[in-house]
């Protein structure tokens, strides 16, 4: 499992860490503070990642129109909008309207209901990639598993290397 990660709070971004460790140890996350790097760039689309874990603090207190403008992008990877507190179901609504796919509580993460989130935008980011190149998602599967062990992409599984700054 492979994640974008845009949040700023070094101890939210240790929980996801810890959540995804949990059931894949050797999950990528690669972290990235809009603060300290900016915003992601125009033709940037994720699509080396599984989904992208976009903080509610994210562009200075308008991630919503961010989270709109990203999941715009066609071939964006599944946006899953991390909410402060328990998020009221207003708020939680109009992500969900702005474009995310799942939306999670940063205070009240349930872990069952995180992981599940994060493997059916996996699942759909997939789907839509191998619409993209024309193959069926199962063929699709068998050239990823080609590239990955020609060296060409990395696995799954693989360590990721720690992100400067963001970490």
């Known amino acids: 499992m492979r994640v974008l990660l845009i949040e700023e709070d070094p101890k939210v971004r240790a929980l996801i860490r810890h959540h995804m460790s ?3 140890p050797d ?18 689309l994720a699509q ?11 562009n200075e207190g308008h991630a919503l129109m961010w989270l709109r403008e990203l999941t715009s992008r066609k071939g964006f990877a599944p946006v899953i909008y991390l909410l402060e ?7 939680q609504a109009r992500a969900t309207e ?3 796919f799942g ?27 191998a619409d993209c190149v ?23 599984g ?3 290397v720690s992100t400067p700054a963001a970490s």
């Open 134 to 156: 024309g193959l069926p998602a199962d063929r699709l599967y068998y050239h990823l598993g080609q590239l990955e062990q020609a060296g060409l992409i990395p696995r799954p």
């Open 48 to 58: 080396g990642h599984d989904a992208v874990l976009l903080s509610c603090n994210a």
């Open 85 to 91: 507190g328990d998020g009221d179901e207003e708020y």
């Open 22 to 24: 949990c059931e894949w």
């Open 27 to 44: 999950a990528q996350i690669v972290a990235h503070a809009p603060q300290q790097r900016g915003p992601v760039p125009a033709e940037f």
């Open 103 to 129: 939306v999670v509580s940063k205070a009240r993460m349930d872990h069952e209901g995180f992981i599940k989130l994060l493997e059916a935008a996996s699942r759909k980011h997939r789907r839509e990639l």
């Open 158 to 160: 693989a360590r990721a």
């Open 98 to 100: 702005s474009g995310a």
